[in-house]
């Protein structure tokens, strides 16, 4: 039996509804990123970083890319020929739920992000509708999600990606519409998109993360360019009593010794 690949997904009434919350969601997250470098994983139908403004914009693929909206370059992901620290914004469109080498693939993204650097991954989500429907090829049905689907634990994923330094700020669910193969019958399940986000979004069917690299000790400041200066023209007057007792000497260690009171200096002014 061929093998039910994320290219043919794509092609189906349910890949599309995929591909269509997918566009939006990444269109939102880099829109307003900014950096010198933005890095693209995977070679999906779209472009993940189309609404992103910076200079630079890459695409590296296992195969030869077909989209000329970016750069692309042929790579094996566990091993990204990038220097360390030089990319503000990596995505991950169905990398982590595609490849056994997921870890070695975050060690990777971890290692190239550069300081608060911004990743931003889809994946589907193993307690969607979709994902219980596909579990029915075991019993003989067609595949209804691709074939490789590897299952991504968001509390796993957490605990990984804080292991490497990222930390996860935030999420998304989306497409809570059941498993159904023609796209009028989905579409008439869209009413499940309010109410699962506001009653169970944990059962929806796509999940998006943005996470960012956190690198620990304190960051430098120039306390120059902070306080305050003060002019000599407008700072307070010393008065001359305040002067003078500041002038008057400490009382020696002799004197505090033996017991004896110290030796009191008069006020110039006062007497």
């Known amino acids: 039996m061929p093998k039910f690949l994320l290219e043919d997904f794509w092609e189906t009434p349910p890949g599309q509804l995929a591909l269509a919350w997918e566009q939006s969601v990444y269109a939102e997250e880099v829109e307003n990123l900014f950096g010198s470098v933005a890095v693209q994983l995977g070679d999906p139908p779209f472009d993940t970083l189309r609404a992103n403004r910076m200079q630079e914009r890459w695409l590296l693929a296992e195969a030869r890319a077909q989209n000329p909206a970016a750069s692309s370059v042929l790579c094996d992901f566990a091993q990204l020929p990038v220097a360390s620290d030089s990319i503000s914004l990596v995505t991950l469109p169905?990398?982590?739920?595609?490849?056994?080498?997921?870890?070695?693939?975050?060690?990777?993204?971890?290692?190239?992000?550069?300081?608060?650097?911004?990743?931003?991954?889809?994946?589907?989500?193993?307690?969607?509708?979709?994902?219980?429907?596909?579990?029915?090829?075991?019993?003989?049905?067609?595949?209804?999600?691709?074939?490789?689907?590897?299952?991504?634990?968001?509390?796993?994923?957490?605990h990984a990606l804080s292991e490497l330094g990222l930390d996860m700020e935030h999420g998304r669910f989306g497409v809570y519409q059941p498993g159904c193969r023609t796209l009028k019958r989905l579409r008439s399940w869209n009413w499940l998109n309010k109410a699962g986000d506001r009653w169970a979004p944990q059962?929806?069917?796509?999940?998006?993360?943005?996470?960012?690299?956190?690198?620990?000790?304190?960051?430098?400041?120039?306390?120059?360019?902070?306080?305050?200066?003060?002019?000599?023209?407008?700072?307070?007057?010393?008065?001359?009593?305040?002067?003078?007792?500041?002038?008057?000497?400490?009382?020696?260690?002799?004197?505090?010794?033996?017991?004896?009171?110290?030796?009191?200096?008069?006020?110039?002014?006062h007497g």
């Open 94 to 158: 169905h990398i982590l739920d595609l490849y056994e080498q997921r870890l070695c693939i975050l060690q990777e993204v971890a290692r190239i992000l550069e300081p608060e650097g911004r990743l931003v991954a889809t994946f589907f989500n193993p307690l969607g509708l979709w994902w219980w429907r596909q579990r029915l090829t075991a019993l003989g049905g067609a595949p209804y999600l691709p074939d490789a689907l590897q299952k991504v634990s968001l509390q796993d994923l957490r």
């Open 203 to 269: 059962c929806s069917n796509l999940i998006m993360i943005s996470a960012v690299k956190r690198r620990a000790g304190g960051r430098i400041i120039e306390c120059g360019k902070w306080l305050p200066k003060v002019d000599p023209q407008t700072a307070p007057a010393v008065s001359s009593r305040t002067s003078a007792r500041k002038s008057a000497p400490s009382p020696s260690t002799s004197e505090i010794m033996d017991g004896r009171q110290p030796t009191e200096t008069s006020d110039p002014i």
